[in-house]
């Protein structure tokens, strides 16, 4: 099993940037995918970025060139910097451990708001 913990969310303006970071319960370093989604009040969940074992990345459109994902092995951590943040980034933001864009584990959330 594995239970990924976020952290990292938070308040910030516009145009501003935060680091959210995914720690999770066991070593990283064989599970295939973990990445990020998010979910805004009366939103579905959807795909933010994803990064394989082997380091391929992925990104939502929307976050294209202003988020980037990376994991560190031996810290048993995902990592997603957030750039150039707006206010329809706002949401709570999921890890997750799975294959590809298919989660087996979530996290508990961590929320973002950016305020305009």
């Known amino acids: 099993q594995v239970r990924p913990v976020e952290s990292g969310g938070g308040l910030v303006q516009a145009g501003g940037s935060l680091r959210l970071s995914c720690a999770a319960s066991?070593?990283?370093?064989?599970?295939?995918?973990m990445g990020w989604y998010r979910q805004a009040p009366r939103n579905e969940r959807e795909k933010v970025a994803s990064i394989t074992s082997g380091g391929s990345t992925n990104y939502a459109n929307s976050v294209k060139g202003r988020f980037t994902i990376s994991r560190d092995n031996a810290k048993n951590t995902v990592y997603l910097q957030m750039n150039s943040l707006k206010p329809e980034d706002t949401a709570v933001y999921y890890c997750?451990?799975?294959?590809?864009?298919?989660?087996?584990?979530w996290g508990q959330g961590t929320q973002v708001t950016v305020s305009s």
């Open positions: 997750y451990a799975g294959v590809l864009w298919n989660p087996t584990y």
């Open positions: 066991r070593s990283i370093s064989s599970i295939n995918t």
